[in-house]
DNA sequence: GCGGTAC
DNA sequence: GTACCGCAACGCTAC
DNA sequence: GTAGCG
């Protein structure tokens, strides 16, 4: 089956001096590392610079990288043979105090009965923080613009069906006790953090793949930090989900 | 973490 | 030798 | 335009 990861350009936090130390980003892969890293030159837009991304994430190259005091990986929603077209529509919930992880949970419940009516397969997994992700396959024939523009109406009708609980405001201060959709995480160079990408917290929570019948406000789902527990029992059916793509209906 | 550069 | 430095960077939204 | 956001 083809990897989550095959063939995206991926994005890593490094901490070589340990989560409270100094830390940056890298894209580009640096020339000293080994021969075997897959990666794919990319000339950013506007800036003249050339970023050989690494693209996809076997065992050997996680090992590399896990060695290079890699913490996070992001991945971008579209893959190398199709840069222009995501595979992915990508709901980012992300709750604002005093909302938690609860909230969170509840925002993707009446999302996910959205989809379904609209006869859309999706799949869920943790941020790693407080947050959820909630992932649409699509046949990367769509630009960003247009899931981008589909995830943001399926955000106001959901706004709009619950004010209360959920935003779609950019400003913070603006979404206080709210779960927010960031839809504008649909955009090409943007990242999502990966399935089983680590956070540079306490006890090392992960970003992990559920499947929806997992999904519960549960202390045990929320602040995982235990990825062998779950390997084998979400990741399957997400993936399988992940690997469908799903056609979008007409997007107006 | 590690290569590159400046002293 | 050792000290310091870079390691991303942009579109979209709100004001 | 500039600042905020991710």
Known sequence: MKK?????YLVFTRYPDGIDGKWFY???????APSWIKTQAH????????INYVTGA????????????????????????????????VFDLDPAPPAGFAEAVHTAWLLKDLLDDLNLSSCVKTSG??????????RPIYTYQQTRDFVHAIGRILQKRHPDHITLQRPVAQRTGKVYIDYLQNGAGKTMAAPYSPRPLARAPVS???????????????????VEEWLG????????????RQVLPALR
């Open 4 to 8: 989550c990861l095959d063939g995206r």
């Open 208 to 226: 992990v793949p559920l499947t929806w019948s997992m999904l519960t406000s549960h202390k045990t789902v929320y602040g995982i930090t235990n």
């Open 129 to 138: 923080g407080a947050g959820l992700h909630v992932y649409v396959p699509v």
């Open 58 to 89: 076997d065992a050997a190259t996680l090992a590399w990288l896990g060695n290079q005091a890699c913490i996070e990986v992001h991945s971008w929603l579209s893959r190398t043979r199709n840069l222009l077209h995501p595979d992915w529509a």
């Open 233 to 244: 029992r979400g990741d399957e059916a997400f993936w399988s989900v992940l690997c469908s």
């Open 26 to 32: 890298q894209k580009d892969c640096p020339a000293h």
């Open 43 to 50: 000339v950013s837009q506007g800036g003249k610079r050339t």
